[in-house]
């Protein structure tokens, strides 16, 4: 089984004046991808240990149990899909030195909805058993889209009594996964600490609590601190995404420190498919 990085290059020619960094999918490897997706992207869902458990303990079929936690066609899924390969996008490329990496996915409490604050949050340890101004906290704001552009801009939310950056553009994932990475930046990552260190106990992982609650206070422990943004696109949009991207995006939100986009042919049919095999085949 192959790294899913492994299906994905840097691609420096892409609209080189954007600020964005493209990778881009292998398309002629789409196949090979998917049968490669199927173990890590269950594993994000439940490990190999607690889904033998779940079979010894209810009878059930493997499939089955599979199945349950996974969720519906739509957009959950797709934005589940997005997430999930942003995790392992980061892990193995963009923050390869990460020790501490929570898989919310296995958190939710309801496969209808979406993982609850910051997208994907991890962490480098640079000593697991002392604190240090070495340590860091990565935040990954993941946007997909399968599908085309719509024509509508942005409206003001009707309960907000100011203007946002998005108001009134056109809509654009690229711009949408920025300016939520920037909510991370501002609010949502710190939010996020509180809410994992709660699962956790819920779920008596004591060694995780512990590793985050080292992040709970960057007042008494200094770590540094990385947000990016990442919009997973189908290649046929990105020409559109790009021509609706605005000029002072990334000017306008500094907090943000790098801009993925990550265009994949067919990628409605891709992420279908993974989710359609992974019950009888991870």
Same mark, same amino acid.
């Given at each position: ?155 003001? *939310?009707? =309960?907000? !009594?100011? #203007? ?9 994932? @690229?711009?949408?996964? $920025? ?73 306008? *939100?500094? =907090?943000? !420190?790098? #801009? ?9 049919? @891709?992420?279908?498919? $993974? ?8």
């Amino acid at each position: 089984m192959a790294n899913l990085s492994d299906y994905f290059t840097l691609n420096k020619s892409l609209y080189p004046s954007s600020g964005l960094q493209f990778y881009v999918f292998d398309s002629t490897k789409e196949s090979a991808f998917i049968n490669d997706c199927l173990i890590p992207f269950r594993k994000a869902y439940i490990p190999d240990a607690d889904l033998n458990e779940r079979i010894k303990i209810f009878g059930g079929k493997r499939a089955d149990e599979i199945m349950e936690l996974l969720p519906d066609p739509g957009d959950v899924m797709s934005g589940d899909f997005g997430e999930i390969l942003t995790f392992y996008l980061a892990c193995q490329i963009w923050s390869p030195n990460v020790n501490v990496c929570p898989m919310k996915w296995r958190f939710k409490d309801k496969k209808k909805a979406p993982s609850h604050y910051t997208d994907i949050i991890l962490f480098e340890f640079a000593d697991l058993k002392n604190p240090s101004s070495n340590d860091a906290l990565f935040t990954y704001e993941v946007k997909t889209r399968s599908t085309k552009l719509g024509n509508k801009p942005y409206q003001k *939310h009707t =309960k907000k !009594s100011f #203007v946002t950056y998005k108001d009134g553009k056109d809509e654009c994932t @690229i711009l949408e996964a $920025v300016f939520d990475a920037n909510k991370d930046a501002i609010e949502r990552a710190a939010e996020t600490i509180p809410y994992l260190k709660i699962r956790c106990k819920d779920l008596k992982l004591v060694d995780l609590y512990n590793q985050i609650n080292r992040f709970s206070n960057p007042c008494v422990t200094t770590y540094r601190k990385e947000h990016n943004a990442v919009a997973i696109i189908d290649t046929s949009t990105i020409k559109e995404q790009i021509a609706r991207m605005p000029s002072d995006l990334l000017s306008a *939100h500094p =907090k943000v !420190s790098n #801009v993925y986009c990550v265009p994949i042919n067919n990628l409605k049919k @891709i992420y279908q498919q $993974v989710y359609h095999d992974m019950p009888n085949k991870a």
